[in-house]
Nanobody
Framework: QVQLVESGGGLVQAGGSLRLSCTATERTLEIYSMAWFRQAPGMEREFVAVTSWYRTIYSTEYADSVKGRFYISRDNAANTGYLEMNSLKPEDTAIYYC????????????????WGQGTQVTVSS
């Protein structure tokens, strides 16, 4: 069974940075979209960012709350995606989940086939 494994979470002070990684355990799996979501205590899961690619077409999308601070990228050869988080704020505290799709993501798409177990990010003030 294919799994997505997140890593890189932890405790950081406000203004600091973290980089999350998401790796598919099946290296031969063809993934064409990868996204990050987060869920804070008592809140619904919310979209953070998505990157999608197919041949020469490449796109990214970010939630307004993280634009200019977070950057999503991927290493296709390693079947790994990344979320670079800068200028972190206490309100960024949440469990961060990665998700992936076997096809390119449509604009506004928020449903994906594969999900990770999540990694905790805590930002102290």
């Amino acid at each position: 069974q294919v799994q997505l494994v997140e890593s890189g979470g932890g405790l950081v002070q406000a203004g600091g940075s973290l980089r999350l990684s998401c790796t598919a355990t099946e290296r031969t799996l063809e993934i064409y979209s990868m996204a990050w979501f987060r869920q804070a205590p008592g809140m619904e899961r919310e979209f953070v960012a998505v990157t999608s690619w197919y041949r020469t077409i490449y796109s990214t999308e970010y939630a307004d709350s993280v634009k200019g601070r977070f950057y999503i990228s991927r290493d296709n050869a390693a079947n790994t995606g990344y979320l670079e988080m800068n200028s972190l704020k206490p309100e960024d505290t949440a469990i961060y989940y990665c998700a992936a799709g076997r096809g390119p993501a449509l604009p506004g798409q928020r449903t994906f086939e594969l999900w990770g177990q999540g990694t905790q990010v805590t930002v102290s003030s």
